[in-house]
């Protein structure tokens, strides 16, 4: 399922986001603030439905992980860098980080979905074409 509107899309280009998240749900509020700020989403809800489209012709500029448990969110990570190693991977977590080094198979971690919100907030209106 892909969020953003039409005249989103139309007014500046976006960058595509792979929205990996078993309750997407819950995630509505952090999902509004990447719309907002030109992001265009694409919503899966299992771990297959992510890897067919990091396996199909879809081309998303970054996988971004919603994952209540940081090891966990790390694995699935590490196995999605292994079938598209050049996309990013992004994970949101509530859980907080052990260490300040960021996971295996992850290339930025989110701790809180108020950071994210903020993050994704102070992010560069995407410019890529995608």
Known sequence: MYLGTESQSYK???STLLYFS?????DSRLRDCLIQRGFRLCVVETAQ????????????????IRQD????????????KLLSPLVPVI???AQ???????????????????????????????????
């Open 22 to 26: 078993e309750d997407a749900t819950s």
């Open 12 to 14: 500046c280009a976006t």
């Open 96 to 130: 907080p980080p052990l260490s300040s080094v960021v996971p295996l198979g992850v290339d930025a971690l989110f701790c809180e979905e108020v950071q994210a919100c903020d993050a994704a907030r102070r992010m560069p209106i995407p410019s890529g074409n995608s």
């Open 69 to 80: 448990h940081i090891d966990t969110g790390s694995m699935i990570g590490l196995a999605f």
């Open 91 to 93: 994970l949101l977590s």
């Open 49 to 64: 439905e992510a890897a067919n489209m990091l396996l199909s012709a879809f081309s998303a500029d970054a996988l971004v």
